[in-house]
């Protein structure tokens, strides 16, 4: 049985000056797209929202009318690889208005392997993970996965693959089993 999963985000960052990161960032989320999403029994129409350096661009070689339908249509998951802080990606995503679809309600499930997006403690901040969720107008977001600490590259490349390989290859239906469970294979 094929399962139809429509508009699936996946955006990735990184240090602009360094472009070996950059194709490091990109290929991780490729490998996710291209051996998970894309084969059966799940097939995802993918988007793929990349950091250039040639031409210098935060979301890949697409129009910002192009990004803003996409995001329109509402994505079923959400990731994001790459540098970021409590409230911000560093590929331009600074609000959570930046993400949220114009007319669909539908509520996304949203991984970032950034640093410090899930961090909750801060009472002056309120960081991307509890913006996402339990914002009033502006929150989208069924489930938000993010660190609530310093984030790593080698955990932003390998651990998005567990994750991923646990959420659509498997039949686990509890999130934080799979986030666990993903854990537990890193190591």
Known sequence: ?????????????????????????????????????????????????????????NLGPYTPEQISNSIDSSGYFISYIGHSGTETWDNGITDVTDLQPAFNNRLSLISDFGCS?????????????????????????ISYLGNSSWGYVSTSVNYPRLFYQLLLSDSLPVISKIHYLGKVAAF
């Open 1 to 57: 049985m094929m399962i139809l999963i429509n508009d699936i985000f996946f955006f990735s960052g990184g240090d602009a000056t360094n472009p070996s990161q950059l194709e490091l960032l990109k290929s991780a989320n490729s490998f996710v797209l291209n051996n998970f999403v894309e084969p059966a029994p799940v097939w995802g129409r993918r988007n793929a929202f990349l950091q250039n350096i040639n031409p210098p661009t």
């Open 117 to 141: 997006t899930g961090k909750f403690a801060e009472p002056d901040v309120e960081a991307f993970g509890e913006l996402f969720v339990c914002a009033s107008t502006d929150g989208q977001s």
